[in-house]
Structure formats: C-alpha cells, structure tokens
C-alpha cells in the first residue's frame, strides 16, 4: 500500500514539475516584449530598461523559471500587466465564481446520474433502461454551451424566472446561487449523461457475479442487493471515470462562463488573451494544470484505498 | 456482422453530414458568405430553408460549409492522435519496461493539457486561428491512442501467434506492424469515431469562445457565437447550427457503439467527454 502511494507521489511531482515547464516554455517563446506592450509606444529606453528590469525580464530564463515556480509555491502569481494588481488576488476573485460553479454542477450530475444509472442496470433491457439509454445517448452529443443558449431562451427570455447572465458577487448568497442554476445545469446535463452510462455498465457488470446471487439467495431484496453490494463496487469505475471527466468538467465551466458573462476564471483568462496579459493567462493555465494533474493523483490514490485487490500491489 | 438499428441510423447520420460538407465544395443553395441585409433574421422559408442570420446570410449554405470546418478539423486532429499516439503505445507495448514507463509517463503529462487549456496556451502565444484548434485538440488525442493501442497491445503480444512469429527471428517493430497492428485495428477504429465525435464538440467550443476557426470562415462553433445576442429575437439563428452539431455527433456516437458491438462486443472503448 504504502508503495503504491509513494509510487503516485513520485508520479505526481513529476508531472507537475514537467507540465510547470511546458507552461513557462511556452510563455517564455512569445515574440514581442511585455515592458513594451505595457508601456506604448512613446516609451524611452530608460523607462523600458527599467520596467524590464522590474519585471525580471532582465534575468535568464532558468532563474526565471526558479522565480515563478518559488513564487507560485508561495502563492505569488505576480503583477498582472494591465490590472497592476496581484494576480492572485484576481485569480481567488474568480475562483470564487468557478469553483462553486464547477462544484455545483458535479454535484448535480452525480445527482441526476446515481437514479439514472440505478433504474438502468436493475430494469436491464426493459423499457425504462431503453428510455434512459436514449436520453443519455443525445445528452452526449448535445454540446453544453448550445444547451446553456436553449435554457437562457427559455428560463430567462421567454418563462422569465432566472437571469439571462451576470453574477451580482455574493454579498447575497441566495441570488448569487440562483444566478449560477441555468450555468451549472447546462454543464451538469451532458456530465450525467456520461456518469449515468458508466454506472449502468458497471452495476451490470458487478450484478452478474457470484456474490450478489448469494446476497439474493440469503434472502436480500433486489433493491437492497442493489444499494448495499452493487452500488459499492460499481463505484470504483464511476470514479475513475469522474475523474477523468474532471478536465472536462474545467473546461466546460470556462465555455460557460462566456454563455453568461459570469466572472470567473474563463472570462479572465480570455480578457487576458486579448490584452496580451500574459502572466495571467500562465498562472491561470498552471492552476488549471495542476487541478487536472491533482485530481488525477486523488481519484488513484482513492481507487488504491478503494479496492483491496489492488492494497498489495505497486 | 447483424446490422443493429443504431448502427444504421448512425451511419446515416455520419454519411448526412459528412455529405453536406462534400457536396458543399461545388454546390450550396446560396453563396454562404454573400450578405443580404434587407433579408436579415428571416426565418425558414423556401428560398432560404433554414433562414438567414444576422448578415442576412443564408443559415442552410452557412451550415454545409461549417461542416467541411468542423469536420476537416476533427479529421486532421483525430490524424494526430492516431499518428503520434499509436506508434507511441505500440512501441511502449513492444518494449516492455522504461520505455514503457516513460511512454506512459509522459502521456499523462500530456493528459493534463485539456484541449481548451492548450488552446488557450497556444493562442496566448500564437493568436487565434483553425490550425491552433487542430494542433490543440491533435495533442489531447495523443494519450488517448496512446493508451488504447498499448492496451489491445499488449493483450495481442500474450498470445501464441505473436510467438511463434518471435521464434521466426522477426524483431519487435516488424511484429508490431504485421501482427498486432492488424488485430487492435478494430478497437482503433471504435476509438477514433469516439474521438472524431469528440474532436467536433472541441472545436464547436472552441470556435464558439474565439480559440478556433476566425472569421469569415463559418463554423458550427462561431455561428452559435454570432448567434447568441440575436437568438431572442430570432431563435432559428441559435437552433439550427446547434442541431448540425447534435446531429454529427450522435451520429458518429451511435456509429462507433454499433462497430463496437459488431467487431467485438468485450471492446469497450475509453469514453470521456462532454
């Protein structure tokens, strides 16, 4: 057990420590010059000397990438170019949109899924598992943002009973929750529609083994035998693949953000394209990165504790 | 091989819309780029079957060309993923041991980069345009074939044939190429419609947000783009692009479910997305 975990810590930091470097690499080829862009073009080159001395882009690459890395440890992001402010202070401002948002909608589509995928697997074949099998099939092809654009033209334009867009902050937590319902349920819609089929596959899988004809046998309910043995061990496939779909899951939440020009990490980071913010586009891409990688290692480390199959092996 | 329903019917779908974007080279009911202003926002009617956008541009010859983008994009990005990513586990399936690891390792490096963030990456440096989509949904793919091709591969160099093809003096490369390529190509090809379905939901989203495909080139993504501020007043401009895309890829999805079940009902393909 322990092996496994230091193995994945191993694998882990590797990772990270690779990806850190694909980040800055990249950031690091643009053609043109930060001290430049944000002084204009009546910039002496005194003045321009100094803003890149401020900025470190005096200094060679490697002992700038030890300054970022160090600093992102810290959790200084920097001074974003065009705010002047620090970028972790933008960044937390955001998060505070997207995480709820992402967590809101996972939440949601575990929800919808878990009843989905239960009625599936125990009416195998039947009516409903083919009712459920058809709606899950189109919600894979239904690309969320064009469902985010259906539920705005209903919800908000024609039925009028939730907001088009915008986030008031969360000074009032209820009407910033309700400005994050249609956003989190475009995103949670097509995430069930996965997470649904996946369980039903594996529930079908875990209800064909011997264990559960003794768990009949013995004199345990269909629906019990269901909840108590199968849910348990469908669980780990559902999980790995929840953990798959979290990227996903980031990326939807940035395309939506733009359906409904919520603040969140998506908008900023395209705003910080536009004007060629840099240090905030490579912060917010390293903190994506590092979510993806972090859940990758959580949901193997989870899998390893999970099953007792796998507690010997490395 | 049975022909189930959904096979057919994804078949038919795929073929509809890969046809829309062939017969879109030499023929589309109007010129899809022509504006007409005094005919904006109209609704379907029989000279413009689906209506015209904002431009006054007709929605129907909008769609057959944005089909030729979005699904050229997703051909040549799923190319990537089969090109650098089935050699790359064929070989670490071959090799066994570091190269193995290091294979592995580096996919998941890689499998950190999700396409939006890589297209971000790459835009901040390079600025928006199609081949940064293609290239950006092109190296999310690679891990994927990566995976699968080592999977079924190294299920395949288990068995007695592969052997006997080593005691007949041929190296692990050549085995690789003749006998196991040849047996995982089904679980490749159930593999790569999944993706293809994948890579044009990438790219509507990417095009959609301004990652991909630039004006005036029309593609699924952008039109839904365009369409946004002016779907209160004519909702047609928002439904119709958004049904293509449901469209082709319910249909790849329901194809690549039924050359599953038909090739191989215990292939079960790695399905993420959404």
Do not use: C
């Amino acid at each position: 057990m322990a092996r496994i975990v230091i193995r994945r810590l191993a694998i882990f930091a590797l990772s990270l420590w690779a990806a850190s470097v694909i980040v800055f690499a990249a950031i690091e080829v643009v053609p043109g010059d930060p001290a430049a862009l944000m002084l204009g073009l009546n910039a002496t080159p005194e003045t321009l000397a100094a803003a890149r001395a401020s900025l470190g882009l005096d200094q060679p690459p490697a002992l700038r990438y030890l300054d970022w890395v160090g600093g992102f440890l810290r959790g200084d992001l920097g001074q974003s170019w065009t705010y002047k402010v620090p970028v972790a202070d933008l960044v937390a401002d955001r998060a505070a949109v997207s995480v709820p948002l992402a967590a809101i909608a996972l939440g949601l589509s575990t929800a919808l899924a878990l009843p989905l995928g239960l009625i599936a697997a125990a009416r195998r074949g039947r009516a409903a598992d083919a009712a459920v099998m058809g709606v899950t099939q189109l919600g894979l092809a239904v690309p969320n943002f064009w469902f985010a654009m259906l539920l705005v033209l209903l919800f908000a334009l024609h039925w009028r009973v939730l907001p088009a867009g915008g986030f008031p902050g969360w000074s009032d937590p209820a009407t910033g929750l309700r400005a994050l319902i249609l956003p989190a349920v475009a995103l949670a819609l097509p995430q069930a529609a996965i997470l649904a089929r996946v369980l039903r596959s594996a529930l079908i899988e875990v209800l064909a083994q011997e264990y559960i004809r003794t768990a009949r046998a013995k004199g345990l309910s269909r629906g019990a035998t269901l909840l108590r043995h199968a849910l348990r061990n469908a669980a780990l496939p559902v999980l790995t693949i929840l953990g798959m779909q979290f990227s996903f899951l980031l990326a939807g939440t940035i395309i939506i953000e733009n359906v409904f020009y919520l603040p969140g990490l998506g908008r900023l980071v395209f705003q910080a394209i536009t004007q060629r913010d840099l240090i905030v586009v490579e912060s917010v891409v390293m903190l994506l990165v590092v979510a993806v990688i972090t859940v990758t290692f959580l949901t193997e480390i989870a899998y390893a504790l999970a099953d007792p199959r796998l507690r010997g092996r490395a | 091989m049975r022909a189930a329903p959904g096979l057919i019917a994804g078949g038919v779908l795929s073929a509809a819309a890969a046809a829309a974007a062939l017969v879109s080279l030499v023929w589309t009911p109007h010129d899809p780029q022509a504006m007409q202003i005094a005919a904006r926002l109209a609704p379907p009617s029989a000279a413009h079957w689906l209506g015209t956008d904002h431009f006054g541009r007709d929605i129907a010859a909008m769609l057959m060309a944005g089909a030729r983008v979005s699904l050229g994009v997703a051909v040549v990005a799923v190319g990537i993923g089969v090109g650098l990513g089935v050699p790359a586990g064929l070989w670490a399936a071959a090799r066994g041991g570091w190269v193995d690891e290091a294979v592995m390792r580096l996919n998941d490096v890689v499998f950190a980069f999700p396409a939006l963030v890589s297209a971000i990456l790459i835009t901040a440096v390079l600025g928006p345009s199609a081949t940064n989509a293609i290239v950006a949904i092109g190296i999310f793919n690679i891990p994927v074939f990566a995976r699968v091709a080592r999977a079924g591969a190294l299920s395949i160099w288990t068995l007695d044939f592969i052997r006997a093809a080593r005691l007949a003096g041929k190296g692990r490369a050549r085995i690789s190429v003749e006998h196991v390529l040849p047996n995982i190509a089904g679980l490749l090809i159930v593999q790569a419609t999944i993706q293809f379905s994948l890579a044009i939901l990438a790219e509507a989203g990417l095009s959609y947000v301004g990652l991909g495909v630039q004006p005036p080139a029309p593609s699924w993504g952008r039109m839904l783009a365009e369409a946004q501020t002016m779907a209160a007043i004519a909702p047609h401009v928002a439904i119709f692009p958004g049904l293509a895309i449901v469209t082709a890829v319910l249909g790849l999805n329901l194809l690549g479910d039924g050359l599953r079940d038909a090739l191989d009902p215990r292939l079960r393909p790695v399905r993420t997305g959404g």
